[in-house]
């Protein structure tokens, strides 16, 4: 028993040199993702909500495909982040179907993230690649890979001036109130317009009363429906952007003046959460 136990720890005292050599030798880290080194082998993710990987290259010649699943309409970004210092990653994308068709890529310089905004075309697979750019890779440091559900949806609420606006009515419009959002910090860069509707009461209460709204980068008139706050015509479709100059007027066509105090708009807008990524 105890001659037993010598002899276990002598092989031990033999082996743990022996294994610190052959880790020296070979690649210190291969990834739980390998082998995935062809389309063929690519890692298989399952649908993309919202997975986070850690992976490495261990070799110049070590590509890491991944395929994931997504449906028509998805908007996501696939993020290749933490890449180590010194080494240059790249990252594309390609239709898993036959002949592997490149759908994007992002090839930036040095240790630079990379970024793939993908609105998705049809409900599929699809299939990422990490691979070194110039063959410089980091056996020891992950890298990391996110998929990033990116498009989000706030409100903001801006208050216009003057905050008096009158009308003497015959459908003559009252004066114009406006307000600049082009440097609020609480809007989001790159926010674009869902909807839009005008707040504030106006009094006395006419029928056939029309507020009106301009973004100040297009220059149009919408009007809203008679009494209402809201405007129609303005959709996600027109990209209009929320930082920048806004105006409202208004107009009655009844022939008696009335008052819009506090003219307010209510914007909702859709934000990429990645865009300065
Ligand atoms: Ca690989
Ligand atoms: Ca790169």
């Known amino acids: 028993m105890v001659k037993n136990m010598v002899l276990s720890l002598l092989l031990l005292l033999f082996l743990v040199p022996a294994n610190l050599v052959h880790a020296e030798s070979e690649p210190r880290i291969i990834d739980q993702y390998e082998e995935n080194n062809t389309f063929n082998t690519a890692y298989p993710l399952g649908n993309w909500k919202y997975k986070l990987l850690s992976g490495t290259i261990h070799a110049p010649e070590d590509y890491d495909y991944y395929q994931f699943t997504a449906s028509k309409g998805d908007r996501l970004a696939i993020r290749l982040s933490q890449i180590p210092n010194h080494v240059n990653y790249d990252l594309y994308l390609y239709k898993d179907s036959y002949g592997y068709p490149l759908i994007d890529y992002s090839t930036r310089s040095g240790n630079q993230d ?8 049809e409900t599929g697979s699809y299939i990422v690649l990490v691979r070194s750019a ?3 890779y980091d056996d020891w440091n992950f890298y990391r890979l996110t998929f990033i559900d990116r498009i989000k949806t706030a409100t903001y609420t801006a208050n216009l001036t003057p905050t008096v606006l009158t009308s003497p009515g015959a459908g003559t419009t009252s004066q114009v109130a406006s307000v600049n959002l082009s440097n609020q910090q609480a809007v989001p860069d790159g926010a674009i317009v869902r909807s839009v509707s005008a707040q504030g009461t106006i009094s006395p209460s006419l029928g ?5 709204v301009m973004n100040g980068s297009e220059g149009i008139w919408y009007t809203s429906i008679s009494g209402s706050g809201s405007f129609p ?22 022939h008696s003046s009335s008052t819009w105090r506090n003219p307010q708009i209510r914007i909702t807008y859709e934000y990429d959460e990645t865009y300065h990524y």
Do not use: M
């Open 114 to 121: 990379e970024i793939i905004r993908f609105d998705v075309p």
């Open 134 to 136: 110039d063959g410089s």
């Open 208 to 212: 056939h009363t029309y507020r009106e």
């Open 233 to 254: 015509d303005i959709t996600v479709a027109k990209e209009l952007p929320v930082k920048t100059i806004w105006h409202v007027r208004y107009y009655s066509l009844a």
